[in-house]
């Protein structure tokens, strides 16, 4: 069975301070990770995947296969980053992509 | 707007009733998936489709169904409702069949009350 779970439901951040939005998952296999973001009256979008190694928008993710985590992570907060964060992972061949709750990042100006 | 889009955007009902929700996916992409979010839930995986056929199927109810048209667009339908399906339900589309490195572009998501 895939599970994510993100342990908070809130985040709340100064502007300039670092971030980390949490995720752990459970998956015996080899996972596909990724981060989805929804801005306030927009549609939940990509952020980034794990398989890319990317740093999109100064944020940046790890996978870590022994905690089995995947954080998100930046080091300067800025007030336009306020928004729900969903971490999503994938099993492979034909498996569903599993959500989790979301954390809703707060960043204060 | 070539994006995936949802009809309707909101809809309020009443118990026992039947509704069909409406997605079209995004211009080239074949699998449509639907989700359901309610209250302090996350996404919930309902069903897949690819180029009109059943490809994965999660937690869905025997209540509702779903099925994937020639022209690709799809249509959820959820029947006998019930208070607790009160949600926000969700389309997303993608290029292939299996996500894998590509990505879910999601519809603004309609919103059934059910009352």
């Known amino acids: 069975a895939q599970r994510v779970t993100q342990p908070e439901k809130l985040l709340s951040v100064f502007k300039g301070a670092p971030v980390e939005l949490k995720c752990n998952y459970s998956y015996s296999g080899s996972p596909e990770l990724f981060w989805y973001v929804q801005y306030s009256r927009q549609r939940l979008q990509l952020l980034l995947r794990h398989i890319s190694r990317e740093s999109i928008k100064g944020f940046t993710a790890d996978l870590n296969k022994g905690e089995t985590s995947f954080h998100l992570k930046k080091p300067f907060a800025q007030e336009e980053d306020s928004a729900m964060y969903y971490c999503a992972l994938k099993g492979g061949g034909y498996q569903k992509v599993t959500f989790g709750i979301g954390t809703k990042l707060q960043v204060i100006p | 707007d070539s994006g995936v889009t949802q009809t309707p955007k909101h809809l309020i009902t009443a118990t026992g009733q039947r509704v069909t929700l409406r997605c079209s996916p995004r211009s080239g992409d074949l699998s449509v998936y639907w989700y359901q979010q309610s209250l302090d839930q996350g996404l919930q995986f309902l069903i897949q489709y690819y180029n009109g056929e059943e490809r994965a199927k999660g937690n869905i109810l025997e209540r509702f169904s779903a099925q994937q048209f020639p022209d690709l667009h799809s249509e959820l339908n959820l029947s006998s409702l019930e208070l607790g399906d009160s949600a926000l339900y969700f389309c997303?589309?993608?290029?292939?069949?299996?996500?894998?490195?590509?990505?879910?572009?999601f519809g603004e998501g309609s919103r059934l009350t059910v009352l």
């Open positions: 997303a589309s993608s290029v292939g069949d299996v996500v894998g490195h590509g990505e879910l572009f």
